[in-house]
C-alpha cells in the first residue's frame, strides 16, 4: 500500500509542476504575442507615416522645382526646339540590315 501510495504522490507532484510549467508558458506566449501585435501597431503606423511623406514628395510642383534647382532644366519652348529633317538621310547612311544565319 506504501508504494502506492508514494507513486501517487509522485504522480501528483509531477503533474502539478507540469501544470505550473505549462501556465507560465501560457503567459510567457501571451507577453509575446502582445508584444507583438505592438510591434505591428507600430510598424504599421510608420508604413502610413511614410507612405504619406512620399506622396508629399512626390507632386509635380516639387518634381519641376528639383528638375530646375538641381537639374538645371526648363521647359521646352519654341524658342529652344530643334526639329530634325529625317528625311532620306537614315536610309543612305545606315548599315544593311543582316540576313539569317
Do not use: H, I
Not at 51 to 56: C, Q, T
Not at 69 to 78: F, N, S
Not at 79 to 90: F, I, K
Request: proline share 3%; aromatic share 4%.
Amino acid at each position: 500500500m506504501t508504494r502506492l501510495n508514494l507513486l501517487l504522490v509522485l504522480a501528483l507532484v509531477l503533474s502539478g509542476l507540469y501544470l505550473v510549467r505549462t501556465a507560465y508558458d501560457s503567459r510567457r506566449l501571451f507577453t509575446e504575442l502582445d508584444r507583438a501585435k505592438n510591434e505591428t501597431a507600430r510598424l504599421e503606423s510608420e508604413r502610413v507615416r511614410l507612405e504619406a511623406e512620399r506622396e508629399g514628395q512626390a507632386t509635380s510642383l516639387r518634381v519641376e522645382r528639383t528638375a530646375r534647382e538641381k537639374l538645371a532644366m526648363r521647359t521646352a519652348t519654341p524658342a529652344v526646339t530643334v526639329y530634325v529633317d529625317d528625311s532620306g538621310g537614315a536610309a543612305s547612311g545606315a548599315a544593311p540590315a543582316a540576313g539569317p544565319r
